[in-house]
């Protein structure tokens, strides 16, 4: 069982969004001025930008390595466990078990198909709870990468037991801080009244600003990031060693990089 290649056209693709990502999270750094800061203006146009892209992520990946409807069923099957799942602890100190969900199917299934199923399964979360805003594209963007890194993490072939749990524990460890520090960004720049250390001052030096987001991060968000943190580092240790062996079962027998071949009867 291999993880599914990622070929040119889903590398380009990859990068051309996750470029477009980054813009988005960080422009208002650059601004000089405070109007239109808020990022309830460019959400709209980010998840318009969003969607096709992830379109092409998904042609590419098909174009690249033979993709077929076994596939789409499997992304369709995860992002609906992934969304059911995030109801579960969403609003309670930040526990969050669909994370430990997405770091392992990112680590089975690759890269490319990780950043799909995880901006997928955010896209479908919202619907289902409610929680469609002007942070859903940023969510879905977070959430693709968390289960991309994971995908590109080494030694997809050798790497089994007790190190690999590991290593995909401090990974996710690691993506849970970091979905809930790049979430922050896209908030704080047009939240008003935090106060003077930890406020964003427009037209500020970049630094400046990101030493405040620092005290930010710790001031508001520490308290929902380590918790999330922890629980998926709990789930990945106690449950993820059957969740690996059914994920690989089941691509295995999917047989999602096998190739098409026709016999004389």
Same mark, same amino acid.
């Given at each position: ?83 059911? =799942?995030? +109801? ?5 100190? %930040?526990?969050?078990? $669909? *994370?430990?969900?997405?770091? !392992?199917? /990112?680590? &089975? =299934?690759? +890269? ?5 199923? %995880?901006?997928?399964? $955010? *896209?479908?979360?919202?619907? !289902?709870? /409610?929680? &469609? ?18 995908? !590109? ?113």
């Amino acid at each position: 069982m291999r993880a599914v290649r990622l070929g040119p056209r889903s590398v380009t693709a990859l990068a051309l969004v996750s470029a477009i990502g980054v813009v988005a999270f960080g422009w208002p750094l650059l601004t000089h001025t405070a109007s239109g800061l808020a990022h309830s203006k460019d959400a709209p146009w980010l998840f318009a930008a969003l969607l096709p892209l992830l379109v092409a992520v998904v042609v590419a990946t098909i174009a690249d390595s033979g993709l077929d409807a076994k596939a789409v069923a499997m992304l369709g099957v995860l992002a609906a466990v992934g969304a059911a =799942l995030r +109801p579960l602890g969403a609003g309670t100190a %930040g526990l969050e078990p $669909m *994370f430990f969900l997405m770091v !392992l199917s /990112g680590r &089975v =299934l690759g +890269p490319g198909f990780g950043f799909v199923l %995880g901006s997928v399964t $955010m *896209f479908a979360s919202a619907l !289902l709870t /409610g929680g &469609v805003g002007p942070w859903m594209p940023f969510q879905m963007l977070s959430m693709g990468w968390v289960a991309l890194g994971a995908g !590109l993490l080494p030694g997809p072939d050798r790497l089994r037991g007790r190190a690999e749990l590991w290593m995909l524990a401090a990974y996710g460890a690691l993506a849970s801080v970091f979905y809930g520090t790049v979430m922050n960004l896209q908030g704080w720049t047009y939240i008003p009244g935090l106060g003077s250390g930890i406020s964003f001052v427009p037209g500020d030096p970049v630094h400046e600003n990101l030493v405040r987001f620092l005290a930010y991060c710790l001031a508001t968000s520490l308290g929902w990031d380590l918790p999330r943190a922890a629980l998926t580092v709990v789930l990945t240790l106690t449950l993820g060693g059957t969740l690996l062996k059914a994920l690989r079962r089941a691509t295995r027998r999917a047989a999602f990089d096998a190739p098409v071949s026709f016999t004389a009867v």
